[in-house]
Protein backbone atom coordinates (compact mmCIF):
# COMPACT_ATOMS: atom_id res chain seq x y z
CA UNK A 1 0.00 0.00 0.00
CA UNK A 2 3.13 2.36 0.85
CA UNK A 3 4.75 1.53 -2.04
CA UNK A 4 1.17 2.81 -4.15
CA UNK A 5 1.26 5.83 -2.76
CA UNK A 6 4.47 6.86 -3.00
CA UNK A 7 4.04 6.06 -6.85
CA UNK A 8 1.23 7.47 -7.34
CA UNK A 9 3.03 11.32 -5.49
CA UNK A 10 6.53 10.46 -8.10
CA UNK A 11 3.81 10.44 -10.93
CA UNK A 12 1.39 13.42 -9.44
CA UNK A 13 5.30 15.21 -9.18
CA UNK A 14 6.20 14.04 -12.98
CA UNK A 15 2.64 15.85 -13.87
CA UNK A 16 3.47 19.17 -12.09
CA UNK A 17 6.68 19.25 -14.02
CA UNK A 18 5.34 18.68 -17.20
CA UNK A 19 2.56 21.49 -16.47
CA UNK A 20 5.38 23.65 -15.47
CA UNK A 21 7.26 23.03 -18.50
CA UNK A 22 4.70 23.68 -20.64
CA UNK A 23 3.62 27.15 -18.81
CA UNK A 24 7.37 28.01 -19.16
CA UNK A 25 7.39 27.52 -22.75
CA UNK A 26 4.60 30.12 -23.65
CA UNK A 27 6.77 32.97 -21.96
CA UNK A 28 9.80 31.57 -23.86
CA UNK A 29 10.88 34.75 -26.18
CA UNK A 30 9.07 37.57 -27.93
CA UNK A 31 5.81 37.41 -29.80
CA UNK A 32 6.42 36.24 -33.38
CA UNK A 33 6.01 39.56 -35.51
CA UNK A 34 2.80 40.03 -37.23
CA UNK A 35 2.59 38.79 -40.71
CA UNK A 36 2.15 41.74 -43.06
CA UNK A 37 -2.16 42.20 -43.98
CA UNK A 38 -3.49 42.87 -47.29
CA UNK A 39 -5.37 46.19 -46.03
CA UNK A 40 -8.95 46.89 -46.25
CA UNK A 41 -10.67 49.51 -48.83
CA UNK A 42 -13.56 51.38 -48.40
CA UNK A 43 -15.15 49.26 -50.99
CA UNK A 44 -13.58 46.08 -49.90
CA UNK A 45 -13.10 46.36 -46.11
CA UNK A 46 -10.81 43.86 -43.90
CA UNK A 47 -13.31 42.17 -41.83
CA UNK A 48 -11.91 41.61 -38.16
CA UNK A 49 -13.48 39.59 -35.74
CA UNK A 50 -13.42 40.48 -32.15
CA UNK A 51 -14.87 38.63 -29.32
CA UNK A 52 -15.54 39.73 -26.18
CA UNK A 53 -15.76 37.53 -22.91
CA UNK A 54 -15.75 37.37 -19.05
CA UNK A 55 -13.34 39.50 -18.71
CA UNK A 56 -10.86 39.90 -21.93
CA UNK A 57 -10.90 40.61 -25.44
CA UNK A 58 -9.78 38.13 -27.93
CA UNK A 59 -7.77 38.53 -30.00
CA UNK A 60 -4.99 41.02 -28.37
CA UNK A 61 -3.40 42.24 -29.94
CA UNK A 62 -6.03 43.68 -32.89
CA UNK A 63 -3.47 44.04 -35.97
CA UNK A 64 -4.63 46.96 -37.95
CA UNK A 65 -2.68 48.38 -41.28
CA UNK A 66 -3.43 52.48 -40.80
CA UNK A 67 -5.28 53.97 -42.97
CA UNK A 68 -7.34 51.03 -44.17
CA UNK A 69 -11.10 50.27 -43.65
CA UNK A 70 -11.95 47.65 -41.24
CA UNK A 71 -15.18 45.63 -40.99
CA UNK A 72 -15.58 45.17 -37.54
CA UNK A 73 -17.61 41.97 -36.09
CA UNK A 74 -18.20 42.78 -32.38
CA UNK A 75 -19.19 39.38 -30.46
CA UNK A 76 -20.10 39.17 -26.99
CA UNK A 77 -19.25 35.63 -25.97
CA UNK A 78 -19.53 36.22 -21.99
CA UNK A 79 -22.44 35.90 -20.04
CA UNK A 80 -22.30 39.74 -18.73
CA UNK A 81 -22.87 42.64 -21.29
CA UNK A 82 -19.83 44.13 -22.65
CA UNK A 83 -18.31 47.24 -24.49
CA UNK A 84 -15.65 47.82 -26.84
CA UNK A 85 -14.51 51.42 -26.65
CA UNK A 86 -11.79 52.15 -29.35
CA UNK A 87 -9.31 54.96 -28.64
CA UNK A 88 -6.23 56.25 -26.40
CA UNK A 89 -5.80 56.87 -23.44
CA UNK A 90 -8.09 60.09 -22.98
CA UNK A 91 -10.93 58.38 -24.19
CA UNK A 92 -10.51 55.19 -22.21
CA UNK A 93 -10.36 57.59 -18.93
CA UNK A 94 -13.09 59.35 -19.73
CA UNK A 95 -15.36 56.64 -20.44
CA UNK A 96 -14.50 54.83 -17.27
CA UNK A 97 -15.39 57.89 -15.33
CA UNK A 98 -18.57 58.70 -16.73
CA UNK A 99 -19.53 54.96 -16.68
CA UNK A 100 -18.75 54.68 -12.93
CA UNK A 101 -20.71 57.52 -11.99
CA UNK A 102 -23.39 56.30 -13.97
CA UNK A 103 -26.43 55.22 -11.89
CA UNK A 104 -28.19 51.84 -11.85
CA UNK A 105 -24.97 49.91 -13.61
CA UNK A 106 -25.06 46.88 -14.83
CA UNK A 107 -26.75 43.98 -14.28
CA UNK A 108 -30.24 45.29 -15.87
CA UNK A 109 -30.27 47.63 -18.58
CA UNK A 110 -26.97 49.72 -19.45
CA UNK A 111 -27.38 53.61 -18.68
CA UNK A 112 -27.03 55.76 -21.00
CA UNK A 113 -23.43 57.51 -20.82
CA UNK A 114 -21.72 60.30 -22.75
CA UNK A 115 -18.86 61.57 -22.83
CA UNK A 116 -17.26 64.63 -25.12
CA UNK A 117 -17.69 64.40 -28.71
CA UNK A 118 -13.73 65.30 -28.69
CA UNK A 119 -12.41 62.08 -26.73
CA UNK A 120 -15.50 59.87 -27.62
CA UNK A 121 -13.82 57.06 -29.76
CA UNK A 122 -16.06 54.69 -30.93
CA UNK A 123 -18.07 52.45 -28.33
CA UNK A 124 -20.06 49.78 -29.54
CA UNK A 125 -22.19 47.85 -26.58
CA UNK A 126 -23.12 44.58 -27.18
CA UNK A 127 -25.57 42.47 -25.30
CA UNK A 128 -24.82 38.46 -23.77
CA UNK A 129 -24.71 36.44 -26.72
CA UNK A 130 -25.22 39.18 -29.28
CA UNK A 131 -23.38 40.65 -31.93
CA UNK A 132 -22.71 44.36 -33.35
CA UNK A 133 -21.13 45.37 -36.99
CA UNK A 134 -18.96 48.31 -37.11
CA UNK A 135 -17.37 49.87 -40.09
CA UNK A 136 -13.79 51.35 -38.71
CA UNK A 137 -11.67 53.89 -41.14
CA UNK A 138 -8.32 53.38 -39.14
CA UNK A 139 -6.26 56.15 -38.51
CA UNK A 140 -3.48 56.52 -41.24
CA UNK A 141 -0.95 57.88 -38.79
CA UNK A 142 1.26 54.80 -37.49
CA UNK A 143 2.06 56.62 -34.38
CA UNK A 144 -1.83 57.60 -34.06
CA UNK A 145 -2.80 53.49 -34.29
CA UNK A 146 -0.45 52.65 -31.55
CA UNK A 147 -1.69 54.69 -28.79
CA UNK A 148 -5.16 53.48 -29.21
CA UNK A 149 -6.32 51.08 -26.81
CA UNK A 150 -9.43 48.86 -26.25
CA UNK A 151 -11.77 49.36 -23.36
CA UNK A 152 -14.66 47.65 -21.68
CA UNK A 153 -15.99 50.09 -19.04
CA UNK A 154 -19.11 49.19 -17.84
CA UNK A 155 -18.47 49.22 -14.24
CA UNK A 156 -15.52 46.91 -12.56
CA UNK A 157 -14.22 45.35 -15.99
CA UNK A 158 -11.30 47.28 -16.69
CA UNK A 159 -10.27 46.72 -13.57
CA UNK A 160 -10.76 42.60 -14.12
CA UNK A 161 -8.71 42.89 -17.29
CA UNK A 162 -10.96 43.83 -20.09
CA UNK A 163 -8.61 45.90 -22.03
CA UNK A 164 -6.02 44.57 -25.24
CA UNK A 165 -3.83 46.69 -27.37
CA UNK A 166 -4.44 48.22 -30.65
CA UNK A 167 -1.17 47.27 -32.56
CA UNK A 168 -0.08 49.06 -36.65
CA UNK A 169 0.97 45.77 -38.83
CA UNK A 170 2.57 46.14 -41.94
CA UNK A 171 1.42 46.02 -45.30
CA UNK A 172 1.03 43.64 -47.46
CA UNK A 173 1.71 43.55 -51.29
CU1 LIG B 1 -16.94 44.13 -20.12
Do not use: Y
Not at 91 to 105: F, K, M, R
Amino acid sequence: MLDRIALWRAAAGALILASAAIAGGCDAGPPPATPPIVPGSSSAPREVNIVMKDWQFLPDPVDVVPGETILLHVVNGGLEIHEAVIGDRAVQDAWEAAEAGAANPPPGPTPVVTVPSGIAGIRIVVPSGGRVDVVWIVPADAATVSGLVLGCHIPGHWAKGMHGAIVSAPRKG
